[in-house]
């Protein structure tokens, strides 16, 4: 079965910082891997999506994720943390729907 | 577009009364989702339908849980009678197609609690 796993459960940087947030992926065939953002008391957002056209993904507000077959990774970096970021990140894998890892809370330290 | 839209944002009841839950999916949007959040289990999967029929209701926890989707602009997670244990966060998303190449788009959640 298909599945993901996000390493840290929360991740603290200091502004201007660089941020990566890791995603392992489990899967037999080429994934579909998705980032989202949920900020408090929001919904999710979508950050930014892999499938299979290029290995480096760009996203919204900076945020950038490289696929690594050889790794079976997938993590989310961006070069310079910005207070706003803080928030928790979700890497998901489309298994015929959507499967979520646990989260990690990104902490932005002034 | 207004987005994923849910109502209410925030329920609070007692144990025992029945709870509805309430997704107004993007217009076009064919695929709809029920997720529930937890701080122990994280997003779960509740169900989800295409074309307004069920397709997967794996996740759904126990037969208190229902969910329907009556037409392409409307959906109800019910849960009757409700429990503590049920307090979580509550969020519906939509689709366009399967949802592979797009993703899903959510909505802000409602917010549970049952005492």
């Known amino acids: 079965a298909q599945s993901v796993t996000q390493l840290g459960s929360h991740v603290s940087v200091s502004e201007g910082a660089l941020v990566l947030l890791r995603c392992n992926y489990s899967?037999?065939?080429?994934?579909?891997l998705f980032w989202y953002v949920q900020y408090p008391n929001q919904g999710l957002q979508l950050l930014l999506k892999?499938?299979?056209?290029?290995?480096l993904v760009k996203g919204i507000n900076g945020f950038e994720a490289e696929f690594k077959k050889s790794e079976t990774s997938f993590h989310l970096t961006k070069p310079s943390a910005h207070m706003s970021d803080a928030a928790e990140y979700f890497c998901?894998?489309?298994?015929?729907?959507?499967?979520f890892g646990q989260g990690t809370t990104l902490q932005v330290k002034p | 577009d207004a987005g994923v839209i849910q109502s209410p944002r925030h329920e609070v009841t007692e144990m025992g009364q029945e709870v509805t839950l309430r997704c107004k999916p993007i217009?076009?949007?064919?695929?709809l989702f029920w997720y529930r959040q937890t701080m122990m289990r994280g997003l779960e999967l509740l169900i989800y339908?295409?074309?307004?029929?069920?397709?997967?209701d794996s996740g759904m926890p126990e037969d208190r849980f229902s969910a329907k989707m009556p037409n392409a602009s409307f959906s109800t997670l019910k849960i009757q009678p409700s429990e503590p244990r049920d307090s979580a966060v509550y969020f519906c998303?939509?689709?366009?197609?399967?949802?592979?190449?797009?993703?899903?788009?959510f909505g802000s959640g409602t917010r549970l609690t049952v005492v």
């Open positions: 998303a939509s689709s366009l197609g399967a949802g592979m190449n797009y993703g899903y788009t």
């Open positions: 899967s037999s065939v080429p994934p579909y």
């Open positions: 892999y499938t299979s056209a290029a290995t």
């Open positions: 998901a894998v489309y298994t015929g729907k959507l499967i």
């Open positions: 217009s076009g949007h064919n695929s």
């Open positions: 339908f295409n074309n307004n029929v069920p397709i997967d």
